[in-house]
């Protein structure tokens, strides 16, 4: 039944709200892996802020820092300026992640959300290579500004722009038509043939896994390919690792199993740490060639994100993070797995991996029937894909395993409910 209280946000708020649609309670509290409404109703949080809060809410060690740090009158607001909580957070960025993994890449600070730092990364392969078309891939999402919408593959959220949205080419994502058309060759023909009408892009923007556009994983050996042609034709590779990255697919970068190094990353959501706003670009040196000021932001120098950011990073000082991230991967792997099996029903099949899993059904309305009846439950999940027919698990990488096959049980009740065959729940 839908909260007195929500009456405030229907007569006051905009149309384009949808989370509230989707979770009709107001929430007022939240701790690790869980939330409370204003009723006092626990909820058991797998949804994380759309893979914002991949630490969980309210992390006691970035809470106190950040306390201590608005307690002592330092800097908030600070453009692009010095200042000791961005140093703090270059330094411990530097040698916690990217040296432990030989990487070398400048940090460009773009504006505080997922979309600025696609827009900036789109700009630069631009300016780098002095080309302008991009080639994106079906089902990807970059964002909701007009560049990060033109490589967005979602026929709504593109509509949405209001005009044609130009110079950017889609192509087959690994597996789109099926697992007999290797999509990379049918890609490189198009480069290769004069008459394509397909003309060498600045680059090739894409998610080695796919959040919004249905949880879709490409295997390894695709995302290399992708970075051989990419080197072949003189292309940067742009990994958005805004939603898969921080942990999020098993290890800090999605890309990093792949063995592959991208020309850019962008990151956002989960970089602060603590929900707060921050991205990044990281940007290979040789490819730096901004001019001072050429794209800035008011709020680039979020210096409490700085905080909680760097504290953040100490979860992955050693490798006993990365370690717990797996096992409890394989626990989601595990009950997805048993779930399509026991109930044919659902006709599922098990998408993505690490902590971005989730299960896609053809028939219509049920992926979303089963996170409505979750959400009765005491469970928040959203779906994905573009008809929506993937109920999606991202609980926080923090998650104790007990809050894990809660949300199971949660979840497994919820299908059984809505299939045509009843099962027993597993105990």
């Given at each position: 039944?839908?909260?007195?209280?929500?009456?405030?946000?229907?007569?006051?708020?905009s149309?384009?709200r949808?989370?509230?649609r989707?979770?009709?309670?107001?929430?007022?509290k939240a701790?690790?892996?869980?939330m409370?409404?204003?009723?006092g109703?626990?909820?058991l949080?797998f949804?994380?802020?759309?893979g914002?809060?991949?630490?969980?809410?309210?992390?006691e060690?970035?809470k106190?820092?950040l306390?201590e740090?608005?307690?002592?009158?330092s800097?908030?607001?600070?453009?692009?300026?010095?200042?000791?909580?961005?140093g703090?957070?270059?330094?411990?960025?530097?040698?916690v992640?990217?040296?432990?993994?030989?990487?070398?890449?400048?940090?460009?600070?773009?504006?505080?959300?997922?979309?600025?730092?696609?827009?900036?990364?789109?700009?630069?392969?631009?300016?780098?290579?002095g080309?302008?078309?991009?080639?994106?891939?079906t089902?990807?999402?970059?964002?909701?500004?007009?560049?990060a919408?033109?490589?967005t593959?979602?026929?709504?959220?593109?509509k949405g722009?209001?005009?044609?949205?130009?110079?950017?080419?889609?192509?087959?994502?690994?597996?789109?038509?099926?697992?007999?058309?290797?999509?990379?060759?049918?890609?490189?023909?198009?480069?290769?043939?004069?008459?394509?009408?397909?003309?060498?892009?600045?680059?090739?923007?894409?998610?080695t896994?796919?959040?919004?556009?249905?949880v879709?994983?490409?295997?390894?050996?695709w995302?290399?390919?992708?970075?051989?042609v990419?080197?072949r034709?003189?292309i940067?590779?742009?990994?958005d690792?805004?939603?898969a990255?921080?942990g999020?697919?098993?290890?800090f970068?999605s890309?990093?199993?792949?063995?592959?190094?991208?020309?850019?990353?962008?990151?956002?959501?989960?970089?602060?740490?603590y929900?707060?706003?921050?991205a990044?670009?990281l940007i290979?040196?040789?490819?730096?060639?901004?001019?001072?000021?050429?794209?800035?932001?008011?709020?680039?120098?979020?210096?409490?994100?700085?905080?909680?950011?760097?504290?953040a990073?100490?979860?992955w000082?050693?490798?006993?993070?990365e370690?717990?991230?797996?096992?409890?991967?394989?626990?989601?792997?595990?009950f997805?797995?048993?779930i399509?099996?026991?109930?044919?029903?659902l006709?599922g099949?098990v998408?993505?991996?690490?902590?971005?899993q989730?299960?896609?059904?053809?028939?219509?309305?049920?992926?979303?029937?089963?996170?409505a009846?979750?959400?009765?439950?005491?469970?928040?999940?959203?779906?994905?894909?573009?008809?929506?027919?993937?109920?999606k698990?991202?609980?926080?990488?923090t998650?104790?395993e007990?809050g894990?096959?809660?949300?199971?049980?949660?979840?497994?009740?919820?299908v059984?409910s809505?299939?045509?065959?009843k099962?027993?729940?597993?105990?």
């Amino acid at each position: 039944m839908v909260n007195h209280d929500l009456k405030i946000f229907e007569e006051l708020e905009s149309n384009v709200r949808s989370y509230v649609r989707s979770f009709p309670t107001v929430f007022k509290k939240a701790k690790g892996y869980k939330m409370w409404d204003i009723n006092g109703k626990e909820y058991l949080d797998f949804f994380a802020g759309a893979g914002a809060l991949n630490y969980g809410h309210n992390d006691e060690k970035m809470k106190q820092k950040l306390v201590e740090y608005i307690m002592s009158d330092s800097i908030t607001h600070s453009l692009d300026m010095a200042t000791e909580a961005k140093g703090n957070f270059l330094k411990k960025f530097n040698e916690v992640i990217l040296k432990p993994r030989n990487l070398n890449y400048k940090v460009m600070f773009p504006g505080p959300t997922g979309t600025n730092t696609v827009e900036s990364a789109l700009k630069l392969a631009r300016k780098v290579t002095g080309r302008t078309n991009v080639i994106s891939f079906t089902n990807g999402f970059h964002g909701m500004t007009i560049g990060a919408l033109s490589v967005t593959g979602n026929a709504m959220k593109r509509k949405g722009a209001g005009i044609p949205l130009q110079h950017v080419v889609t192509m087959p994502y690994d597996n789109f038509v099926s697992e007999s058309l290797d999509t990379v060759e049918y890609l490189e023909r198009f480069l290769e043939d004069n008459g394509s009408g397909v003309e060498i892009p600045a680059a090739m923007i894409l998610e080695t896994v796919q959040g919004e556009g249905g949880v879709n994983a490409a295997n390894f050996e695709w995302l290399q390919r992708i970075e051989a042609v990419c080197k072949r034709w003189g292309i940067l590779l742009i990994v958005d690792d805004v939603q898969a990255g921080v942990g999020r697919t098993g290890t800090f970068f999605s890309f990093e199993k792949a063995g592959i190094t991208p020309d850019i990353v962008c990151l956002s959501k989960s970089i602060s740490g603590y929900g707060l706003p921050l991205a990044l670009t990281l940007i290979k040196p040789e490819l730096d060639i901004w001019s001072p000021g050429e794209h800035n932001g008011t709020f680039r120098g979020n210096n409490v994100a700085f905080v909680t950011a760097t504290e953040a990073l100490t979860y992955w000082e050693d490798d006993t993070f990365e370690k717990s991230i797996a096992k409890k991967s394989e626990m989601i792997t595990e009950f997805l797995t048993n779930i399509v099996k026991k109930y044919p029903e659902l006709k599922g099949e098990v998408k993505g991996r690490g902590f971005m899993q989730g299960v896609s059904t053809p028939i219509e309305g049920l992926a979303s029937s089963i996170a409505a009846k979750a959400f009765e439950q005491g469970l928040i999940m959203e779906t994905a894909g573009p008809e929506d027919e993937v109920f999606k698990l991202f609980p926080p990488l923090t998650i104790s395993e007990e809050g894990l096959e809660k949300g199971f049980k949660i979840i497994e009740e919820s299908v059984q409910s809505l299939v045509s065959t009843k099962h027993p729940v597993a105990n």
